[in-house]
């Protein structure tokens, strides 16, 4: 079993719908978790830094952690064709190095006209 | 804005070559790193280095090595390449071992 799973898509949403990506893990030990968006032919970029539970909001983007059930949600709400990537879920334990990062195999959202 | 640069988009090679693959980036970060990224696999972590003259293996180092000689440049180097090691390679940067990752957009790499 993989330390982080999530579901590859595609995901197809039309414009304007809210979308939940989603990412389960096993290791307890996680504690800061990121959001990568990665266009085709492009590298990863960040898109959200959260550390341990709750939620964090910036623009149309909601990080969202649950580290009772070991599950970390990105909400898009509003969603743009320009949406339109495959996002990567990572995390790391207490550390925080860089090192120890575990990525999930991302999930490839489409956002149709 | 960071700007990590790899050399070339897309490389194809053959079968026992040496292959190097070049990483610069322009905003004085000592941290430095190579991952490939397969379907299914996702990213995996193969060389780190944390200063200049100074590497650490990662997940996967197995048939390959980096060399770090200025702050800024850091090359993994394929001693002979084979074809498992066609990927997509790419690296990233940080300003410490605990900062977020900033990543170049990758070199297509296809062993023949």
């Known amino acids: 079993q993989k330390e982080v799973e999530q579901d590859p898509g595609p995901l197809s949403v039309p414009e304007g719908a809210i979308v939940s990506l989603n990412c389960t893990y096993s290791n307890s030990a996680f504690q800061y978790f990121m959001w990568y968006r990665q266009y085709s032919r492009k590298g990863p970029e960040l898109l959200m830094y959260?550390?341990?539970?709750g939620n964090k909001e910036d623009g149309r983007f909601t990080a969202q952690v649950d580290k009772s059930s070991k599950y970390i949600s990105l909400f898009i709400r509003d969603s743009q064709p320009s949406d339109s990537a495959t996002y990567l879920c990572a995390m790391v334990g207490p550390t925080g190095t860089a090192s120890k990062l575990t990525f999930g195999t991302g999930t490839r959202l489409q956002v149709t006209l | 804005d960071v700007k990590v640069t790899q050399s070339s988009r897309y490389l194809v090679k053959r079968t026992g070559e040496k292959v190097f693959l070049e990483c610069v980036q322009d905003?004085?970060?000592?941290?430095m790193f190579w991952y490939r990224q397969d379907p299914g696999l996702g990213l995996r972590l193969i060389y780190f280095s944390y200063d200049v003259k100074m590497k650490e293996k990662g997940d996967i180092p197995e048939g390959y090595s980096v060399s770090r000689e200025k702050k800024e440049r850091f090359s993994l180097i394929l001693e002979s390449a084979s074809t498992n090691q066609t990927s997509m390679y790419l690296c990233?940067?940080?300003?410490?071992?605990?900062?977020?990752?900033?990543f170049g957009n990758g070199t297509r790499l296809t062993v023949t």
């Open positions: 959260t550390y341990s539970s």
């Open positions: 990233a940067s940080s300003s410490t071992p605990n900062s977020p990752l900033h």
């Open positions: 905003m004085d970060h000592e941290n």
